[in-house]
C-alpha cells in the first residue's frame, strides 16, 4: 500500500478503543539498513489535561498493527 492510500485512516487502540488521530497526524521510524517502518508515533490524546498541554506521543511498534480496514488502522497497546 502507499501512503496516499493510507494516510487518512483513523488509528484506534483494540484493547480501550481510544483514538489517536489519522496516519497523517502520525510520524513514522524506519529501520536504517532495511528501510521497513519500525514504528509509529501517534498523538497520544487521552494524556492532555487541556489545550494548554503540550504534544505527547505514543511509539506503536509496527508489530502492534493488527489490522489496516478500509476506514481505520487498529492497533493493540501493551
Known amino acids: 500500500m502507499r501512503l496516499s492510500e493510507i494516510g487518512d485512516k483513523e488509528i484506534v487502540d483494540l484493547r480501550n478503543g481510544s483514538r489517536h488521530g489519522q496516519l497523517w497526524d502520525a510520524e513514522m521510524l524506519f529501520e536504517k539498513d532495511t528501510g521497513k517502518i519500525k514504528s509509529i508515533?501517534?498523538?497520544?490524546?487521552?494524556?492532555?489535561?487541556?489545550?494548554?498541554?503540550?504534544?505527547d506521543f505514543m511509539q506503536l511498534p509496527w508489530s502492534s498493527i493488527i489490522k489496516i480496514g478500509d476506514d481505520i488502522i487498529i492497533?493493540?497497546?501493551?
Not at 41 to 55: D, E, T
Not at 75 to 78: A, K, W
Request: net charge neutral; proline share 5%; no cysteine.
Open 41 to 55: 508515533l501517534v498523538p497520544n490524546f487521552q494524556s492532555k489535561i487541556g489545550f494548554l498541554a503540550g504534544h
Open 75 to 78: 492497533f493493540e497497546s501493551q
